[in-house]
């Protein structure tokens, strides 16, 4: 039951601010015990994590976009927001937001994943 949605513009400009939104439904992005993540996909670079945020609201970014990275949520609309400034081309990837559980060591549930391509 628990489903998660991406959202958000499929082409963004050089420079400009890459934001985008997982919608989470079926389950309180405050449950405890789960955390929720970005990860993102490009042609032969396999996947990557972008960010996450805990139960708690606590955060974590990759160390390589650290500082142009950041994940936050919304606990009233129970979404989790991605926002990745300066984008640049090597930004263009399929992201995906999906839920991961300390208590196993994976992610059981994905969405479907959105294209953002950055170019001028």
């Known amino acids: 039951q628990v ?14 601010t890459l934001s985008l ?5 079926g389950l309180a ?11 993102r996909q490009t042609p032969g670079q396999g ?4 960010g996450a945020i805990v139960y708690d609201g606590n955060n974590y970014t ?12 919304d606990t009233s609309a129970n979404q989790v927001i991605l926002q990745l400034n300066s984008a640049t081309p090597e930004d263009t990837a399929v992201y995906y937001c999906a839920r991961g559980q300390f208590s196993w060591d994976g992610m059981d549930y994905w ?8 170019s001028s």
């Open 47 to 50: 996947l990557e994590l972008v």
């Open 21 to 25: 939104t997982c919608t989470v439904s």
């Open 62 to 73: 990759n160390p390589s976009l650290r500082s142009r990275a950041s994940v936050s949520r």
């Open 111 to 118: 969405g479907k994943g959105t294209l953002v391509t950055v």
């Open 29 to 39: 992005i405050t449950t405890t015990r789960y955390y929720w993540t970005w990860i």
């Open 3 to 16: 489903q998660l949605q991406e959202s958000g513009p499929s082409l963004v400009k050089p420079a400009r």
